[in-house]
């Protein structure tokens, strides 16, 4: 069966830190791999999808660069993290064929101090 | 330019009050319509992918449907348990943007 790992849980960084969060799917092959941000008491933000390896789109221009080094292995990352960037962080990977579903990952809590 | 549009934005029922949740969208290459269900502190969990209109699909006091503009999730009886903010997401291509979500609060 597909499973989704995303890491860490939990996150306190300073400003000014760099962040690296990774997230790998096991279980399929050839995913659309996606990362969301969701800032407090609101929705989700599309931040980066991939439809391959090496392939990002962007969707909002900020401080946040994803990489897609391998197939099921999808990295967010800042060089120097700012206040704005605090949210909850979701990786999700989607399931092609006829019976389309996105699958979430548990979510890594991002507090920039 | 994509956009997707959720009404209400914070619903606040009575236990058994049944309603309605609005899903609205411009998207191009519109293949179908995902609805989630979010927890707090919690990533979304599946609950239909829908493809054509007049689709409808049931799961317990949840039945979503579908036309060619808008997508409503009808929440029949609601208990406290359904409590959470309900999001939807047009399928397109390959991008996924979901809207800001409704957020429903069932009261005991």
């Known amino acids: 069966s597909q499973t989704i790992h995303q890491w860490p849980a939990t996150l306190v960084q300073p400003v000014g830190s760099p962040l690296s969060l990774e997230c790998t799917v096991e279980?399929?092959?050839?995913?659309?791999l996606y990362w969301y941000r969701q800032a407090a008491g609101r929705g989700l933000q599309l931040l980066f999808y991939s439809v391959g390896i090496g392939q990002i789109s962007s969707e909002v221009p900020q401080n946040l660069s994803a990489s897609r080094p391998q197939d099921r292995q999808f990295i967010l990352s800042s060089k120097k993290l700012l206040l704005s960037d605090s949210g909850f962080y979701l990786c999700a990977w989607k399931q092609s064929a006829t019976n389309e579903k996105l699958f979430f990952g548990s979510g890594t809590q991002l507090s920039v101090l | 330019e994509d956009q997707v549009t959720q009404s209400p934005e914070a619903l606040r029922l009575q236990e058994g009050e049944s309603s309605s949740l609005n899903c609205s969208y411009t998207?191009?290459?519109?293949?179908?319509l995902f609805w989630y269900r979010q927890d707090p502190g919690k990533g979304p969990e599946f609950l239909f992918t829908?493809?054509?209109a007049g689709e409808e699909k049931e799961k317990e006091r949840l039945k979503a449907t579908l036309t060619k503009k808008e997508s409503f999730l009808h929440i029949t009886a609601p208990k406290p348990e359904d409590s959470a903010t309900y999001l939807c997401?047009?399928?397109?291509?390959?991008?996924?943007?979901f809207g800001a979500g409704t957020t429903v609060t069932v009261r005991a």
């Open positions: 997401a047009p399928l397109g291509d390959y991008k996924l943007s």
């Open positions: 279980g399929t092959s050839n995913p659309n």
């Open positions: 829908l493809y054509s």
């Open positions: 998207v191009s290459g519109l293949r179908g």
